[in-house]
């Protein structure tokens, strides 16, 4: 079983961090991973930089244009992955935009994350039909999850098209944004996670965007799965150094 | 009516596709914009309540049709029957405005109330802001923060028009920047907004769409030269390709004409060997750049890179899908022309015509040095804007 299925299956709510690989420093991957699975996070988007993120806010974008600047590249990512099954056991995600991975060979890409251990791939700029047409059976020969997103605008029709041609979870993007750019959850949210708990899906939902705190994070679990926190991690660590992951971690869950 | 009919063969498939080229790499939080687009705007553009008012304002307040121009001592200069395509005559001073024209109606249709765009040099932002201040709606202007500072008279052109000009800081902070602005835009206003992309670039419906706007051009074109030489074909069309709007009209109806030779010039900037170019056909691969996979300046390692050029409305790492697929298909000739080819070719349209071109046109100019024609070839250039604009890259240029 996939580690990103068998740790859905868990009876608790999950934690999923991003970080941006290469940010702050060029050699921080592992660390952060590290420290991330012992403070007890359940999962880990791990962030390929990308020179043009058109879903990222500032926060994000900065992070990346400083990871490349640090001289992140998809062959250094996979090489500082290496050897990070012997130490890290929870699921791991690479989450990036697909013109780096098409450049790099979407073959050669899947085949060294089964090399490594990746678990998963979030593309949010592969859409499901492309995704279908072309690179399904590849993702899938290589044993890796794609995650599909939804927002508060995708139809029902198009959820349950999402929910068949998913085998993981959903990524629920929590409002009509880019990433980082929320400043709290109203009523807007709290409907829409409701109407999406009630679909009754086949897979489990992740909210992601806009999840920055304790308070946050309960409301978005209060009917989905889990959550997903990256700009607010991000700004933690640029502020309190990339060896000051404990100290968030501890604030979501208290 | 099929929805899916195509004009020509160049022309998109029902996914978005020229070829290899086009489809729609989006988020999903697009996705519901886009695909409203893509659903209806086929079957508004063919009502004929769209049509009539489409014409009515390219007449009226755009000045088209645009003459047809035979350009005298120029063609004696160079052995062949040029003949200008006048877009500089437009409103606003270049092609840019057929599409804005059209999108804004579009937009209406679809009962948005706020617009967004991306400029670069600032001709498409004021395009923008002109139809919006005719329509009476919102609009807000992505422009990167170094161009800002370069073209400082559009930006308060688009101030006077009432439109809101928000500098791009992220990135290189230029034209593609600004695109990546309008997009996180759009994806933060999915409902009320409508988003006048400036070439035939981004996703599928948008190379579409645009290029059928623009397609005005050969049209007229068609007729233009039946009354003067007897033949709606030239034997060339000719145009400058940044994204590849007033290329894309102005091949438009000959696309499926093989004996109507189209020429496609790009910006060689200080060469193409130089690291300061923006000749994407021949420095390109394929890739994927604001939602559609095309011909691409990039690293290896899939970063998009930054693309040079004296002409601010060429400098673009991509190309329009359709491009792509007429450089790789082998049905467009594609020339790359540098900065100072095009600078001389803009002084001396000017001697020789009275005519000042923008810098993008002046690229197209300048393949008459090299790439010689036969003496009863009929050639026509897309003279897409005016030089106005770019007085003072000329002052500093020639030291006038």
Sequence with gaps: ?254 | MNTLERETSYQADERGYYGDFGGAFIPEMLYPNVEELRSQYIQIMEEPSFQEEFHQLLKDYVGRPTPLYYAERFSKKYGAKVYLKREDLCHTGAHKVNNTIGQILMAQRLGKTRIIAETGAGQHGVATATVCALMGLECIVYMGAIDIERQAPNVARMKMLGATVKPAESGSKTLKDATNEAIRDWINNPVDTHYIIGSVVGPHPYPDMVARFQAVISKETKAQLLEKEGRENPDYVVACVGGGSNAAGLYYHYLDQPEVGIIAVEAAGKGIDSGESAATSALGREGIIHGSKTLLMQTDDGQITEPYSISAGLDYPGVGPMHAHLFRSGRGEFISVTDDAAMQAGLQLSKLEGIIPAIETSHALAIFETRKFKEDDVVVINLSGRGDKDLNTYIEYFGL
Excluded: W
Aim: charged share 20%.
């Design chain 1, 1 to 254: 079983m996939n580690r990103i299925n068998q740790k859905l299956s868990e009876d608790k709510k999950m934690l999923s961090l991003y970080f941006t690989a290469g940010y702050p420093a060029i050699n921080d991957t592992v660390s952060i991973l590290t420290q991330l699975q012992e403070s007890g996070v359940d999962m880990v988007e791990i962030g390929l930089p990308f020179s043009d993120p058109l879903a990222d806010g500032p926060t994000i974008q900065e992070s990346s244009t400083a990871a490349l600047k640090n001289g992140m590249t998809t062959q250094l990512l996979f090489d500082q992955l290496k050897d990070i099954r012997n130490t890290i056991h929870i699921p791991l995600i690479v989450m990036g935009y697909f013109n780096p991975m098409l450049q790099y060979g979407v073959e050669k890409f899947c085949a060294q994350c089964q090399e490594v251990g990746i678990d998963g791939i979030i593309m949010p700029d592969l859409p499901l039909a492309e995704y279908e047409a072309e690179y399904k059976a590849i993702f899938e020969n290589y044993g890796l999850i794609n995650i599909f997103l939804i927002t508060p605008q995708t139809t029902d029709d198009r959820i349950k098209q999402i929910d068949a041609a998913s085998d993981g979870f959903i990524y629920m993007v929590s409002s009509a944004s880019t990433t980082g750019n929320i400043s709290g959850f109203g009523n807007i949210q709290s409907d829409y996670f409701k109407r999406i708990a009630a679909m009754n899906l086949n897979n489990p939902q992740v909210v992601g965007f806009g999840i920055k705190d304790s308070e946050t994070f309960i409301a978005a679990t209060e009917y989905q799965k889990g959550a997903i926190i990256g700009s607010a991690f991000i700004k933690h660590i640029t502020e309190n150094g990339a060896d000051s992951v404990a100290d968030f971690v501890k604030t979501i869950r208290k």
